[in-house]
């Protein structure tokens, strides 16, 4: 069975995932910076759960990526990798909140 794929040039997956490494690898810089110059547990807490928003987006991303390919994958390999990042982009994005959450002074 033959998957519809995203017709593109041989060297544009490369380019995007070049591209998205180096700004993850800028944003994980300057959030281990900021974790470093932390003064406060509130603070350190915001930044961890920052990290792991990090750590989990790109992971998600990545394997989104690997969906865009030559055509030829099986559908099932597919739907699971689209699933893996699905669940992982719904990790980062409560591992997001939780940090922004961490950073106010009041409670909701």
Known sequence: MMINTMAMEEETLPIIIVGFSIMMLLSF????????????????KAMGYFLGFLLLFSTSVLIALTVIGPPGKPSAVTSMRLAASGILWFFSMLSFLGGVLSTRQDSI
């Open 29 to 44: 810089v300057i959030v281990i910076s900021l974790f470093i110059k932390s003064h406060t547990i509130r603070e350190k």
